[in-house]
Each structure stands twice: as structure tokens, then as C-alpha cells.
């Protein structure tokens, strides 16, 4: 079947696609309520007001996604074993979201409500959080962090022992291990 390379004012509920090939589809007006993703390549996707309630990635590659075009009305995402290097949340409610066993590399989380979020296992290296809400946000199972406490509210966020130095990273001290 051949995929079109725009899908516009589209409605999906209850779907599941699979091992798709979707990168570079343009994506507007569209609505995805209680979707599933498994296995789809998602690369450079574009989400004009796009509505993603209740969708779930599985396995996908979601590089370069830029999540701050959706529409934030019922904005409710979550990810397991996913790509997300080089994504973007901008001003995006991300209460309780999850994110399991992920590479977020060189993502950006800007002004999020992330309060309840969980980053179970995720590499997030170079990743940028910048003016989030990251109250009770779950990292202690997650790497390479580095975030400023000081333009962040990290109020009862959980993060390991290993985690520490990137949380320091703005005074410029050697720590040794």
C-alpha cells in the first residue's frame, strides 16, 4: 500500500499502525485519540495542530519530531524503547508522561509541565531542559543529565548519585568520583 505524503484534517481512534515508513509526512489538522505506534519510522514527521491524546510509541524513530506544533489540547504522549534525539517539546503538559528505555539525545523540554513524568533508562545526553516544571519528574534511572536546578522547579524530582554532576554543571567544579 502507498502511503500519501500529507494526511490533513485526518481522524484515527483506536488505531494501530505498524511498521510504517511515515518520515517526512505531513501532518495538519490531524487527530489521534488512544493510537498506538509500533515499530514506525517517524522521522521528521510534521505535526501542524495535530492532536495526540493518549498515543503511545512503541519502538519508533521519532528524530527531529518537533512536538511543540501540536495542538496542546489533550497533549498526552508516551514512549518506550524510542528514538528521540533531536525532538522538541515546547510549552507542552506532559503530566505523568513516560518515557521508557529511550535515546533522547539533543532533545529540548522548554516550559513543560512535566510534574509526575518518569525517564526510566534514557540516554539523555546534550538533552536541553530550560523554564520546566519537573516536580516529582522520575530521572533516577536515566544518564548523561545535565540540567540547571536554578531555571527548572525540581521540587521532590528523583535523581541517583550518578546524576549529580550534571546537576552542577553550571558552577564548573571537578568532581571526583
Not at 488505531?15 to 515499530?39: A, G, Q, V, W, Y
Not at 534514557?122 to 540540567?147: H, M, P, R, W
Amino acid at each position: 500500500m502507498e502511503l500519501p505524503d500529507q494526511w490533513v484534517n485526518q481522524e484515527f481512534e483506536h488505531c494501530t499502525f505498524k511498521k510504517l515508513d511515515l518520515s517526512r509526512i505531513e501532518c495538519t489538522n490531524s487527530n489521534f485519540i488512544n493510537c498506538r505506534f509500533d515499530d514506525c519510522n517517524l522521522t521528521r514527521v510534521g505535526l501542524g495542530n495535530v492532536k495526540l491524546y493518549d498515543v503511545s510509541f512503541f519502538s519508533c524513530k521519532l528524530a527531529y519530531v518537533d512536538f511543540g506544533q501540536c495542538n496542546a489540547f489533550g497533549f498526552h504522549v508516551n514512549f518506550q524503547e524510542c528514538q528521540l534525539d533531536n525532538t522538541a517539546f515546547l510549552n507542552r503538559k506532559l503530566k505523568k508522561a513516560k518515557f521508557v528505555d529511550c535515546s533522547i539525545i539533543e532533545a529540548h523540554f522548554i516550559r513543560c509541565e512535566l510534574v509526575g513524568a518518569l525517564f526510566k533508562n534514557c540516554n539523555l545526553e546534550f538533552a536541553k531542559f530550560d523554564g520546566n516544571d519537573l516536580t516529582q519528574v522520575d530521572f533516577s534511572s536515566s544518564y548523561n543529565i545535565e540540567l540547571n536546578p536554578d531555571e527548572n522547579k525540581v521540587k521532590k524530582a528523583k535523581f541517583s548519585l550518578q546524576n549529580l554532576p550534571g546537576l552542577l554543571t553550571k558552577y564548573d567544579l571537578i568532581i571526583n568520583g
